[in-house]
């Protein structure tokens, strides 16, 4: 099974700034042959189903505001939240989508500071 | 818009049996690939299985294989979760999803979930 690390664990950024999350995968989740990373992020508000953000990496889901952006390939994965705003307050997971099972990263809470 | 409601779950003792369901609407169900997730209480995200579109080929996470069972009635736009031999570490909220591509086996990460069905595991 592919490994997703997250980190950190949490952070604490003022409203506003920048907030970056970081994930990594215990082997590659790139297939050479398209050149897509298999790679997703998540975002779960308290009480809420997870709501997808970011597939392929890079790619923002509809609807999702531009200040979300990911980043990376191969094993190394970031996503970025370039203002933070009071409703992105939330737990972050990335999930790998290349191989079964699916794996999820254990999650990054984000708060305000 | 994308409707998905899940239901069936509640408290069963250990070594039972429960069956969830998941009602679709506002999306033509019998072209995605649907997806089964767990959270245990203050968790994080656990994939629990995969079925195709068609129902013709399934996939489950490890630790479910051989207890439970994804279905699916396109005729009905439901989904099924059969869950046999529960363990208390199969409390959880249950949530379907359906996946992002049409057509496709896998159809990429889900974008669209429903609010969970709780299930509680303990004698």
């Known amino acids: 099974d592919i490994v997703m690390t997250q980190s950190p664990d949490s952070l604490a950024v003022p409203l506003g700034e920048r907030a970056i999350i970081n994930c990594k995968s215990s082997?590659?989740?790139?297939?050479?042959?398209?050149?897509?990373?298999?790679l997703a992020w998540y975002r779960q508000k308290p009480g809420q189903p997870p709501e997808l953000l970011i597939y392929?990496?890079?790619t923002r889901e509809s609807g999702v505001p531009d200040r979300f952006s990911g980043s990376g390939s191969g094993t190394d994965f970031t996503l970025t939240i370039s203002s933070l705003q009071a409703e992105d307050v939330a737990v972050y997971y990335c999930q790998q989508y290349y191989s079964s099972p699916l794996t999820f990263g254990g999650g990054t809470k984000v708060e305000i500071k | 818009q994308v409707q998905l409601v899940e239901s069936g779950g509640g408290v069963v003792q250990p070594g039972t049996s429960l069956r969830l369901s998941c009602a679709a609407s506002g999306f033509t169900f019998n072209t995605y690939a649907m997806h089964w997730v767990r959270q245990a209480p203050g968790k994080g995200l656990e994939w629990v299985g995969l079925i195709s579109y068609d129902g013709s080929n399934k996939d489950y996470a490890d630790s479910v294989k051989g207890r439970f069972t994804i279905s699916r009635d396109n005729s009905k736009n439901t989904l099924s979760l059969q869950m046999n031999s529960l363990r208390p570490e199969d409390t959880a909220m249950y949530y379907c999803?359906?996946?992002?591509?049409?057509?496709?086996?896998?159809?990429?990460?889900?974008?669209?979930w429903g609010q969970g069905t709780l299930v509680t595991v303990s004698s």
């Open positions: 392929w990496a890079s």
């Open positions: 082997q590659s989740v790139s297939y050479s042959s398209n050149n897509k990373n298999y």
């Open positions: 999803a359906r996946s992002l591509y049409s057509n496709t086996w896998y159809g990429g990460p889900p974008p669209s």
